[in-house]
């Protein structure tokens, strides 16, 4: 049983199409996030959730939208794609009320803008 | 802001030779210091933690210890396997505005020849 799942776990696409990426933990944790990691391995957190309200938006291009319809649930939905956006996505979620929270990452989603 | 910096990659090491990865941060008060571990085609999963200064976290023959006065967690293993072939991220944790705020470093790639 997973416990963060991502899906599609590949994407690839035409430069100017939108696309959105799901993501579901089964952990009940209250927080969420997306992380953007490039080819160099560099981790970019975009966005974080907390029982779904936003709570870090980082300077990330207003063509990123997440949406989170519970707390189980942030998904990421890309629009008008283009190539800088090529990169492995990840989900992760985590508690909120620990004093040390560790994440749990979902297996990444490889978005390859053509 | 909070930053961690990490020892640049890659690391290329024989079978059971010894490891250690730099990793130092700059943070005010006591933050959370994490070490996660990416194996090829995975998510990040946590290797160890440590909440406070002095503490030793260990795990699959890998430890750090936090150190407050040099503000440094470097990770260290005894006798490494081809199988801990991997990228290694060092990463802080610290309560911002009443949420908990995870930062990476940049990730150091480990290659084990046999």
């Known amino acids: 049983d997973t416990a963060v799942s991502q899906t599609p776990k590949y994407l690839v696409t035409q430069m100017g199409n939108d696309k959105s990426i799901k993501c579901e933990q089964n952990?009940?944790?209250?927080?969420m996030y997306w992380y953007k990691q490039d080819s160099k391995k560099f981790l970019k957190i975009m966005f974080s959730?907390?029982?779904?309200?936003?709570?870090i938006n980082e300077t990330v291009p207003n063509r990123f939208s997440p949406k989170s319809p519970d707390k189980a649930h942030l998904n990421l939905h890309i629009n008008s794609l283009e190539l800088g956006d090529s990169a492995v996505y990840f989900c992760?979620?985590?508690?909120?009320?620990?004093?040390?929270?560790?994440?749990?990452f979902g297996a990444g989603s490889r978005l390859t803008v053509l | 802001g909070n930053s961690v910096t990490q020892m640049e990659g890659p690391v290329t090491l024989s079978e059971e030779a010894f490891l250690t990865i730099n990793c130092t941060y700059t943070?005010?008060?006591?933050?959370?210091l994490f070490w996660y571990v990416q194996y090829p085609g995975e998510g990040l999963q946590l290797l160890l933690k440590?909440?406070?200064?002095?503490d030793k976290g260990s795990n699959k023959g890998f430890e750090a210890t936090y150190r407050k006065e040099t503000t440094s967690f470097h990770l260290e293993k005894g006798s490494v396997q081809v199988s801990d072939s991997a990228v290694y991220f060092c990463?802080?944790?610290?309560?911002?505005?009443?949420?908990?705020?995870?930062?990476f470093g940049r990730g150091t790639s480990l290659i084990v020849h046999p």
């Open positions: 992760a979620s985590s508690p909120f009320d620990s004093g040390a929270n560790v994440l749990t």
């Open positions: 952990l009940g944790h209250d927080t």
């Open positions: 959730y907390n029982n779904k309200e936003l709570i």
């Open positions: 943070a005010t008060g006591y933050p959370s």
């Open positions: 440590a909440t406070k200064a002095d």
């Open positions: 990463a802080l944790s610290k309560v911002t505005g009443g949420s908990y705020i995870p930062t």
